[in-house]
């Protein structure tokens, strides 16, 4: 089992920034990265970072958030810059081991982006 500790969510006002962590209870080989949730939706994906650095970064986000990972402190953060009203949602964050091949999820932290 693999147990996630997100921080960093809040109340931010529009152009404003955010930096979310996550740390696991032990040491991922694998991908870690965030998904986004509002109510009435789907979890979609936000990010994701491999082991060894390469990103998957969804285009509604791309140039404002960056994905980053330090596998030493077991953690992976997420920079959000210029956020926009419409990136308000509960963030989860998300682990995806290679072996053994299995899966988890954050609580969930809230972002809220108004005036």
């Known amino acids: 089992q693999v147990q996630l500790m997100e921080s960093g969510g809040g109340l931010v006002q529009p152009g404003g920034s955010l930096r979310l962590s996550c740390t696991a209870s032990?040491?991922?080989?694998?991908?870690m990265g965030w998904y986004r949730q509002t109510p009435g939706n789907e979890r979609e994906l936000v990010a994701l970072i491999t082991s060894s650095g390469g990103t998957n970064i969804v285009d509604s986000v791309k140039g404002r958030f960056t994905i980053s990972r330090d596998n030493a402190k077991k953690a992976v953060y997420l920079e959000m810059n210029s956020l926009k009203p419409e990136d308000t949602a509960v963030y989860y964050c998300y682990v995806r081991r290679v072996f053994p091949r299995d899966e988890f999820w954050g609580q969930g932290t809230q972002v809220t982006v108004s005036s």
């Open positions: 032990r040491i991922i080989s694998g991908t």
